[in-house]
């Protein structure tokens, strides 16, 4: 059975673009382009990998990941922007965000197809640096990573990031 992959973006060019890569790629897609409909899809099927945007209507993308922890907390993600910074590096803002909410990749829009592949398959095959990403996943939940307070934390600090971005 192929990786089940869930992609949620408001703006519904790129999610149609990344669905058709994804589906190239041999992935099975599911695409919501609100962060309800992404909550409802999470319902029915369990993903093995979420691909969110950052910056969306209603619901901010890590506050949607944290939701979606909720449900599944084995779930692994790649988050996408436009808005921040473009000169901070992946690390930077994994560093920034991590003590609220754990993220396996980060990149700023436009992401290429290939690289989105790569990504995808390097997400998928790799486990957390020396622990099994299950044992990430019981320390998320039981630690209070999945609480939505945590994630708007997280969005809170990245905000300063979106004003170096915009100038």
């Keep these: 059975m192929p990786d089940r992959i869930l992609v949620v973006d408001n703006e519904v060019d790129e999610l149609a673009g990344w669905e058709t890569t994804l589906r190239k790629g041999g992935y099975m ?14 319902d029915e099927l369990i993903f093995d990998l979420v691909i969110l945007d950052y910056l969306m209507p209603k619901m901010k993308g890590l506050e949607l990941l944290s939701r979606i922890r909720k ?4 779930v692994r993600s790649i988050v996408i922007s436009g808005w921040l ?3 901070l590096i992946e690390q930077e803002i994994k560093e920034s965000i991590r003590g609220e909410v754990e ?6 829009k ?11 398959a390097a997400v998928l095959k790799e486990a957390q640096p020396g622990r099994p990403w299950d044992a990430v996943a019981a ?3 039981e630690g209070g990573k999945a609480s939505v307070s945590k994630a708007k ?3 809170s600090k ?3 990031h979106i004003q170096k971005g915009k100038a």
Excluded: M, W
């Design 110 to 120: 436009p992401i290429k197809n290939e690289e989105l592949l790569e990504a995808v």
């Design 103 to 108: 993220t396996d990749r980060y990149f700023h």
């Design 158 to 160: 990245l905000k300063k």
């Design 71 to 74: 449900k599944n907390p084995l």
């Design 29 to 42: 897609v599911r695409t919501a382009s609100t962060a309800a409909r992404a909550l409802e899809l999470c």
């Design 85 to 87: 910074d473009k000169n």
């Design 139 to 141: 320390d998320y939940v």
């Design 153 to 155: 934390g997280a969005q």
